[in-house]
């Protein structure tokens, strides 16, 4: 493309985001398509010769921008949020135009230095202890797939040269309550779904560290080989919090590897206040955070940091030993060797700029407003006797469902027991069907259970009061309907 | 930030871009920094109060742009190439700005849809079969992993679930001259380096399917279970290319999935006249080709092209059964349950505007183009006495080595080829000092070899014609230096 017409079209692409966010309210939250629909619509021959750029950038805002789920939307409450701030933005879009693979310091330098520094800035951010350094990886999937393959090397001492032949079952622990991303890991390591032990949770859906304790001695006098333990701060079902000082103490007795999953919970602990839920992490091994889930970075940016660097390179690395240096400190790091692929974005660029633009105060305070307004609505869930929360909500995230009045008193009856959850998902259906929001849901002790999670850098008080008045509306239109009989 | 800011900061963005690619030409290919001399420039405490959004974008045209490794400068050779088209950047810019996350329809309808069309373009744009469908990964590792962990489940029968434990130790078959990332998949399944046997090669460093077989045979009656081979289309040394279809009679002779890697070279398969290196890779049960690499699309995109899809999402997937539906076909795939993460990008939006943007017509040509530039410098390489080539170029690298005329006749004693190694590594730093291109090397056979890959898509003949001369001028003035006893 001449370089001209490169430059008009890049100035078109940025009135494309920036038209985009400004109307982002006029979108509904999850977009008026079936599937295939689209498919139908835009599927042929592959394209044989050039079309010309207007006619793409012309389709571009009319069939892709308004179909995509709009997670930038401020109403969208589903899953985890993951919001893309205005700087991140920038910080992508110059890391694209530069293309720098940054899998070697020589491939990238600037891209690797800054991914030294804004690791270590995040790891003091988040009150954590100089001996923790890291590395940025596209999500938690591949951050926790690379601690535990180190959890694997670490208990095995040889599983990245000899496999797992010569070792005794390997076993990893988390609880049922943890991401799956987990399980999935195992799968890929070859230790198995068959080798991950759900341990006990409390009624707060946190681990048992007691049940952990006698699931290890069980699993060794079996002749298991425990390798780690995976604890979440802040699950993905319901927030939950595991004891992770507790969990740190038998992963300490035993001599397991701890790794703490705090992908989603992860930046709060910039907040010193909200310390208290990660009390002993700083002990762990490993430590999973994902600045583009909570802290407004682009997709994609997660942040793996360790004490056990050298362990990492062990079971990832395929440089010749004789090469090596020191843990990358004189010369410069190349990153690739602490992950699992070789190629890799320069995700340090978007992240110095901002750090840079928020300062740790600026983030701080987002995050702040998001937990007050999570506290606001679970104390307006909890004052409503047409609803009830089903989970604390230490965080961002509160889960809770509706209780028509006509079934109250009535909850120990299975049939309403069903008919709750069906009235709960008819509900949650609806909400989505108006586009004015979009959320999801979660089962709580079996219980269909509505999720709404606060975290998006472009939610305000405003939208989550609507929120908050729309299920209460729908929820009356649709008891109405229910008592006239016209279910 | 505030809409109208943020629109204006987009702007800036795309001339800072828009500036880059302009004046691409004017920095040196290798930035004059040398480790942690960014560092010391740029670090300090985290910041804690915002920053001016004028002094960031300052110091991202005065720190980041220059000091990146200029993979976009139409005279870098080194490794492959990997350089950003116009039209991919405004598709990474506009994805970026919707961050849609595309791990379930749900949650990207569009971008779902999109990646469907695309990798089905880009199966017929090669010529494969209609049976291969695919996915979209960030990275060759990624997609070697995914079909490495398929090819283990297909050999267990149930890996995934049971682990490694009850199985005999696996096996892959590649040949020395295959990527490290192979090697790596297998560390990563807990296979090991062990577990992967390297198959010798014949003299033009092409896997010999005989070796393979016996390979084979000999580990059977050892006890091992083979499980797969990895054939190179275009290796990343020398751009080998292992005879696929002798390899594919021997796994399907011995029920072995197939695996080829042609990240590299693979985009040249759009050219009917190139299929004869590609013969038998439609029997592959997996291919992967990396559109980031030669086909101009911005990193990261790896396409992972299968015909056992149910096999790779067996693999990887952790839906519960009762929940799947047959294929995708009839709702909206859920493409996370064929790679290793959760999360990820919407490649598909690039790749539609890239596909139709350069036509097929388009991309063969600019591939045709790098083609014929590779086989004028062999060209001419052959034909300068001071010179030779080290290796057949069949696709955009040539691998050569200065061969100074004092030393020639001489080839045969051990001193000179240390002399001729050394010789050539000096050449190739000084190249590099220059700033006016970079390229690396490799060994070949032994001997220090230079690499000119060729493929970026803004290089045209004459920067091929200005390195062909750097080399020839600088290795005159290396050669006259030590004439004169001056080294």
Known sequence: ?????????????ADIVADYLEDIEGYAVFPPVSPGELTRRLDGPP???????????????????????????????????????????????????????????????????LEGITVDWLREGLGLPADFDGV????????????????????????????????????????????????????????????VRKVAVDRDRAMDPIALGQAITEDRAAGWLPAGVV???????????????????????????????????????????MRGHFAGWERADSIVINPHKWMFTPFDCSLLLTRRMSILREALSLVPEYLRTTDGKDTGRDYNEYIPQLGRRARGIKMWMQLRYFGLSGLRARLQEHLDLAAELAAAI????????????????????WRPARLVGREGEAAVAAELDAANERLMNRLNETGRLFLSHTRVDGSFTLRIAIGNIRTERRHVEDAWRLVRELAAELDGADASGRR
């Open 1 to 13: 493309m001449p370089a001209a017409e490169l430059r008009a079209a890049l100035h078109e692409a």
């Open 231 to 273: 604890a979440t701060i802040g699950t993905t079902s319901t927030t939950a919090v595991d004891p992770v000082a507790a969990i740190a103490d038998v992963c300490a007795a035993e001599g397991l590897w701890l790794h703490v999953d705090a992908a989603y919970a992860g930046p709060t602990a910039l907040i010193p206040a």
């Open 136 to 195: 940025f990886n596209d999500t938690a999937s591949i951050s926790s797939l690379a601690a535990l393959a180190a959890a694997r090397q670490h208990a095995t001492g040889n599983a990245s040269q000899a496999g797992l032949l010569a070792s005794a079952p390997l076993r990893l622990y988390t609880s049922a309550e943890a991401h799956s991303s987990i399980e999935r890991a195992a799968m890929i390591l070859g230790i198995g779904r068959e080798g």
């Open 47 to 113: 394209p044989e010769e050039p079309e010309p750029l207007e006619d793409i950038l012309r389709d571009v805002r009319a069939q892709v921008v308004p179909n995509v789920t709009h997670w930038q939307h401020p109403s969208y409450f589903a899953y985890f949020p993951a919001s893309a701030s205005g700087i991140g933005l920038l910080g992508e879009m110059v890391a694209s135009g530069l293309n720098a693979n940054a899998f070697l310091w020589r491939t990238s330098p600037v891209g690797a230095e």
């Open 382 to 401: 909890d004052a409503d006797p047409d609803f009830e929360r089903l989970a604390a909500a230490p965080f961002g995230l509160v889960c809770f469902r």
